[in-house]
């Protein structure tokens, strides 16, 4: 809550502590006034006894004219006159009063000292300098209102009204400070929460990386050994993009579907020197999705499962169909192959994927699989819902 918005607030309710305290006697003064201006019974038979107990006629004389009725010209008793001078000064000073008060109760808030809100401190403070502060304005009060008459009285009403303004300013101070420390707490659970899934992101990123260099070095040392020279350079120069791009991507979480894309291409090379004429890509992707975003390095894992569980054979080649859905996923589907015998399954693929998804765009994936084939598919949203 911003300190501007607690100085209007302030104002405004000592403006409406003192309208109420007035209330009262503005309304009493007010009848007082109309009754002033009644005839008195005295007044009504001295004019009754001057025409002979008859109502007098009035003829109108065309010739003469009424003079315009002003009600400024009415006289005001000076009794009212002295009420009207009383009304505007406890206006003021009880204004004043409830400011101070309201000041006083939320002067944490106002001075930017939040970390001393905890605990009854504070609560016992506010109520204790509340009530020293009536009673100095009480006394105050009293004394110059009786100051011609040099005599010291206490007036109950007085005391009842500075009572009440005190114990509203202590309720509303006790109200916005509550309201401040639970923002405040909200605050701080969105700044741990942000601060967790940030860790906990850095860690599911920081398992995709050996898990997939692994495999990349030991196509590249078989190269080596077969003395493909040209084909090693080449793999080399993929491989460093590749690098480039999961470096950076510690300091990306979504990035567009045509960065993924440039990614795939190179990893795609890649799997095609590892399994030469064994492995195949069918991509269609219709380009104004090529702005949508997606979790970084999330074809990478996908199609790491695919040749893990998947036989790809020179008999069975493998091929990985990559395409949108109807409902604007994107899916990598591959026909399914299970490789004979058990292979461990580490569990960072699949689920690390899906736990990323989760932290970044609090979306699930869909798998499918309906016996022939397995299909992965991945929700992409535009750029537009983070703006």
């Known amino acids: 809550m911003k300190r501007s918005t607690i100085i209007v607030i302030n104002l405004l309710i000592a403006c409406i502590i003192g309208l109420i305290i007035i ?12 009754e002033d201006f009644q005839p008195t019974r005295e007044q009504s038979s001295l004019e009754r006894e001057r025409i002979g107990g008859q109502p007098e006629r009035m003829v109108p004389d065309p010739a003469r004219r009424m003079p315009p009725f002003d009600n400024h010209q009415l006289p005001v ?28 109760n939320t002067r944490n808030l106002l001075l930017n000292t939040g970390h001393q809100l905890d605990g009854w401190k504070n609560t016992v403070v506010s109520i204790g300098g509340s009530l020293v502060i009536c009673t100095l304005f009480l006394v105050f009060r009293t004394l110059i209102t009786d100051f011609p008459r040099q005599a010291f ?8 009204k500075t009572l009440s303004a005190g114990i509203i300013t202590v309720l509303y101070g006790s109200i916005i400070i509550l309201i401040y420390r639970q923002q405040q707490m909200k ?4 700044s741990l929460k942000t601060e967790n899934l940030q860790a906990t992101y850095n860690v599911l990123t920081a398992q995709i990386n050996p898990h997939f260099f692994f495999n990349s070095l030991n196509t590249l040392s078989a190269l080596v050994r077969e003395q493909q020279k040209e084909a090693s350079l080449k793999y080399i120069n993929e491989l460093s993009h590749i690098f480039r791009y999961v470096l950076n991507s510690n300091k990306k979480e979504l990035v567009a579907l045509q960065e993924e894309l440039y990614f795939l291409n190179a990893y795609r090379y890649m799997l095609e020197i590892r399994y030469e004429d064994k ?12 702005r949508y975003l997606l979790p970084v ?11 893990k569980h998947n036989v790809i054979s020179e008999k069975k080649p493998l091929t990985i169909c990559i395409y949108i859905t109807e409902e604007e996923q994107l899916a990598i589907s591959n026909p399914i192959r299970p490789k004979l015998g058990y292979e461990e399954n580490t569990g960072i693929g699949l689920k690390n994927l899906t736990d990323r998804y989760r932290l970044l765009l609090s979306e699930n994936i869909l798998i499918e699989n ?4 397995f299909t992965v598919k991945l929700p992409i949203v535009e750029k537009t819902r983070f703006e």
């Open 23 to 34: 209330f009262p006697d503005f309304t009493r003064h007010m009848n007082r006034y109309g």
């Open 77 to 104: 008793p000076p009794s009212l006159r002295n009420a009207h001078s009383r009304l505007v000064f406890d206006f003021v000073s009880f204004f004043f009063l409830a400011l101070f008060l309201l000041y006083f």
């Open 153 to 160: 009285h206490l007036n109950g009403m007085d005391m009842f």
């Open 187 to 190: 605050l701080e659970n969105q």
């Open 279 to 290: 492995l195949f890509f069918d991509i269609h992707i219709d380009g104004k999705y090529l």
């Open 297 to 307: 390095l999330s074809f990478q894992p996908v199609i790491e499962n695919i040749i």
């Open 370 to 373: 309906d016996g022939r084939n």
